[in-house]
């Protein structure tokens, strides 16, 4: 059975504290379910349609945070909601199970969704040994600072400082990633001046663009900043993701509808060591290829989620037969920052988008993911 995205709806992708800070994760996941469900009554019946939601589990989201989004959207509460946490792939599961699920035909349709607000991550204290203990630290909630001291040594760092690894590993130098970054912000903002992002853009509060894309930045801006992981690294805050806040939702259907995205062809995820972490997406979109007898020279176009240049960067050394010219073409996660779930959704939304305005074909939508996962799905457009 063929799996159609039939519609999408996003909010626009905003800094931390920025213009969408203000509201409550729930609230902001919301807003695009209730955009697309409304738009689409006729697809999405009460009977036959459940909600995914990809998200990063905090103290503020509580539990099933899909279900309180589902309900604060105003929508029927006829409509059952799952959460799911892998990280930063969270949203393309999402969108895997939705699909899935349609293709089983356990459902007519499907809603596949991601949210991510860095704004809102908050603290929690650190479990206490004694009754009485005899100082508290606050953590950023959800940190991997307690169970990462479980790992092996080899494993306890995040994955800046892996991509800092790879990029020394793959010759991957300082002004090859500012080059990326700078080029990364560039096609952002001519994408926003070609309509690429409004197809699917919801007003919140008036703010209907993304606030993270910079238009006034240059080589000597991002050459003045500072190494991030080592005292002589090629990382630094201007060849990286800004934190961001966002959400975005796909509507997964049995039916093409009046206007249809794409056609979902199928999703592979993969596990490799922690500290490999950069190295994930190229195995991810190996295998997923592989799994529908496609070569990347099918591909028309592809987005690689990017929380630091170098990691995208080492997936194209790893994979010089992708082309630099084909991937993230309508800007990255560099340009409209890192909203945890919600930007690899995003980045599959502008894929389509691109592909429909170059008459269609296979499109690839990959991401790495933190503690060592990597995640690819694959699109088609029909021209």
Not at 266 to 274: C, D, I, K, R, S
């Amino acid at each position: 059975m063929d799996v159609y995205l039939a519609d999408a709806a996003r909010t626009p992708f905003g800094r931390r504290g920025g213009v969408v800070a203000r509201l409550h994760v729930a609230q902001l996941a919301a807003i695009p379910l209730q955009q697309l469900l409304l738009r689409n009554p006729l697809l999405a019946d009460v009977d036959h349609t459940e909600i995914y939601l990809g998200a990063d589990i905090t103290a503020e989201s509580g539990p099933n945070l899909a279900r309180s989004a589902a309900l604060i959207s105003g929508l029927s509460e006829h409509f059952p909601a799952i959460t799911i946490d892998r990280r930063e792939s969270s949203g393309l599961d999402a969108l895997i199970l939705a699909a899935r699920a349609v293709r089983l035909e356990d459902s007519h349709s499907a809603v596949a969704a991601a949210v991510g607000s860095a704004s809102r991550v908050g603290f929690q204290l650190n479990t206490p040994d004694t009754a009485y203990p005899t100082h508290l630290r606050l953590f950023p909630s959800g940190s991997e600072e307690h169970v990462g001291q479980l790992l092996p040594s080899a494993w306890r760092h995040g994955p800046g400082w892996f991509a800092q690894l790879a990029a020394y590993q793959y010759d991957i130098d300082r002004a090859a990633q500012d080059g990326w970054a700078l080029h990364s912000h560039s096609l952002a903002h001519q994408a926003w001046q070609d309509g690429i992002p409004q197809d699917h853009m919801s007003v919140v509060d008036g703010h209907c663009s993304d606030e993270c894309i910079l238009t006034e930045i240059d080589s000597r801006t991002m050459g003045a900043q500072p190494p991030l992981f080592t005292t002589d690294g090629t990382i630094t805050v201007g060849n990286s993701a800004v934190d961001a806040d966002g959400a975005a939702a796909l509507l997964v259907s049995s039916f093409p509808g009046p206007d249809p995205m794409a056609r979902f062809i199928g999703g592979e995820t993969v596990g490799v060591a922690p500290n490999e972490y950069p190295l994930a997406s190229a195995a991810a979109i190996r295998k997923v290829l592989a799994r529908h007898n496609l070569k990347a020279s099918d591909i028309a176009a592809w987005e690689i989620e990017e929380r630091y240049a170098a990691a995208t960067l080492v997936c194209l050394a790893q994979m010089p037969e992708l082309g630099k010219k084909l991937v993230n073409t309508a800007g990255s996660t560099i340009s409209y920052g890192h909203a945890g779930p919600a930007s690899a959704l995003r980045s599959l939304i502008n894929l389509c988008t691109v592909l429909r305005r170059r008459g269609g074909g296979y499109g690839v939508a990959a991401t790495n993911v933190a503690a060592g996962q990597g995640m690819a799905v694959i699109v088609r457009v029909d021209g």
